[in-house]
C-alpha cells in the first residue's frame, strides 16, 4: 500500500525521529497478540527487517503542487535526504512570525499557545511555539512536531525560572555547602562548572517542572511566587545529598579495587557497571531529585555486598542474575522509546526501583524507601507496557 507525505508535512515526520513509529507499532501488535492468545511475544522476537519486500509500506514525498518528487520503502532514507529542505520551507513561511522572539529574561508575553494553524496552498499545518534555553536568555521558537517542542520547552521554562530568581541562583553559587570538598572529588568525573550548573537544574527541576508547564504569565508569575523561599533550603539539600554520593563513591571504588580474590571477579565486575550506570560526568541533571538522596544508599548497599558475597557466592550470583535480566528488558524499551521521542518518566522511576530491588537482595539492613520485590516490579511493567 502506499502512504503520501506532502513535503512539510513530511518534516514534522522527520523532526519526531521514529520510522513511522515501528517501535510503537511493535508494542501494540504484542499487546493486542496477548490479549488474543494470552501469549507474550517480546519485542526483540519481531523482526520486520527479514520480511519480503513487497510487504512494506511505500513512502512517496509530494510538493505543494502535487508532484511527486521522491518515493521508496526506507522512510529513514527519504527523511535524510529531504528533512532539511521540508524544514526550511516550512520556517521560511512569514506566518506567525511575530510569535519568534529572543533575548527573553522575564515573562512578558502573556499566553503562549500550545499550537498554531498555518495555511500553505492547499494544506493546513500546525506548528507548536515553545521557549528555548539559550544560557543568558530565554527565546521562543516554532516547531514542527509537539514532541520536539515539548522537549525544547521544559529546558526554557527553567531558564526563565532561574533568570527570574537570579539573586538565589547566584547566592547558592558563592556560598554552597561543601562546594570545594564537592569539586575535588568531581573532578574526576568532570567540570566544576558542570557540577555546579547540574546542581541547580536539579533544584530547579525539583521545586518547579511539575507535569504541566505552565503557558500563562499568571500560573508562571504563581509558581514563581509560591516556591520562591524554598531554593536555597532545596539547594542546601541537594548539596548535601550529592557530597555523600560522592563519598560513598570513592569509598566503593576504593573497594572495588581492593578486591583480589579470584571468585569475587564476577561480583566486581557486575558493582563497577552498576556504578557506571549510576555515577558518570551529568548525573546530578540525570537522576530526578526525588532518588538522588537514595544514590548514598545504593552505593552502600553494593559495598555491603561485596563484603557479604564470598559466604553465599552462588546466592549472589543467582541475585545478580535476576536483576541483570529485568535490567536488559528496561534497556531495551528505554532505548526504542528514546529514540521515538516518547515519554520515559515511567521507566525512569522503574530504572530506580532495580536499585532499591538490589538493596533489598544484597544488603537487606539497609532498608528499601518503598515495598519492593520482583513481583511488585512485574506488576509494575505491566502497567508500563499497556
Given at each position: ?16 525521529s521514529?520510522?513511522?513509529?515501528e ?46 518528487i ?10 535524510h ?6 524544514r526550511?520551507?516550512l520556517?521560511?513561511?512569514d ?33 507548536f ?8 536568555r530565554?527565546?521562543?521558537d516554532?516547531?514542527e ?56 537544574c ?19 508569575e ?48 557486575d ?22 538522596q ?19 557466592l552462588?546466592?549472589d ?70
Open positions: 500500500r502506499k502512504h503520501f507525505v506532502p513535503a512539510p508535512e513530511f518534516a514534522r515526520a522527520c523532526a519526531e521514529m520510522p513511522f513509529a517501535g510503537a507499532l511493535l508494542r501494540a501488535l504484542s499487546q493486542q497478540l496477548q490479549r488474543m492468545t494470552g501469549i507474550e511475544v517480546p519485542l526483540h522476537a519481531w523482526q520486520p527487517d527479514k520480511l519480503p519486500g513487497h510487504l512494506f509500506m511505500n513512502f512517496a514525498v509530494h510538493d505543494e503542487q502535487g508532484r511527486r521522491a518515493e521508496d520503502t526506507n522512510l529513514a532514507l527519504l527523511q535526504r529531504y528533512a532539511r529542505q521540508a526550511a520551507q520556517q521560511a513561511s506566518a506567525h512570525q511575530d510569535l519568534r522572539r529572543s533575548a527573553i529574561v522575564r515573562w512578558d508575553f502573556g499566553v503562549l499557545p500550545e499550537s498554531v494553524q498555518q495555511r500553505r496552498g492547499r494544506l493546513h499545518l500546525q506548528l511555539p515553545a521557549l528555548v534555553d539559550a544560557q543568558q530565554v527565546d521562543i516554532l516547531f512536531s509537539r514532541t520536539a517542542a515539548d522537549q525544547a520547552m521544559y529546558g526554557g521554562v527553567r531558564r526563565l525560572y532561574m533568570l527570574s530568581l537570579n539573586a538565589q541562583v547566584q547566592l547558592l553559587r558563592r556560598q554552597w555547602a561543601g562546594q570545594r570538598e564537592m569539586v575535588m572529588l568531581y573532578a574526576t568525573l568532570g567540570h566544576r562548572s558542570v557540577l555546579l550548573d547540574d546542581l541547580l536539579n533544584v530547579f527541576d525539583a521545586l518547579f517542572m511539575g507535569e504541566a508547564l505552565p503557558r500563562r504569565q499568571e500560573d508562571f504563581a509558581c514563581l511566587q509560591s516556591r520562591r523561599a524554598e531554593v536555597v533550603k532545596q539547594g542546601e539539600g541537594l548539596a548535601s545529598d550529592v557530597l555523600q554520593t560522592l563519598k560513598a563513591c570513592i569509598a566503593l571504588q576504593q573497594a572495588l579495587d581492593s578486591s583480589r580474590a579470584t571468585a569475587l571477579a564476577p561480583v566486581v565486575a558493582i563497577r557497571m552498576q556504578l557506571d550506570r549510576m555515577i558518570s560526568d551529568g548525573f546530578i541533571r540525570q537522576v530526578p531529585a526525588r532518588w538522588l537514595h544514590l548514598p544508599r545504593f552505593l552502600q548497599a553494593a559495598e555491603i555486598r561485596l563484603r557479604r558475597a564470598g559466604q553465599k552462588q546466592q550470583q543467582q541475585h545478580a542474575a535476576l536483576v541483570q535480566s529485568l535490567w536488559e528488558v528496561y534497556e531495551r524499551e528505554q532505548a526504542l522509546r528514546s529514540a521515538q521521542g516518547e515519554d520515559i518518566r515511567e521507566l525512569t522511576e522503574y530504572r530506580w526501583l532495580l536499585e532499591e530491588l538490589r538493596v533489598s537482595l544484597f544488603a537487606q539492613n539497609l532498608k528499601t524507601s518503598q515495598p519492593v520485590s520482583v513481583k511488585r516490579l512485574q506488576t509494575y511493567w505491566a502497567k508500563i507496557m499497556l
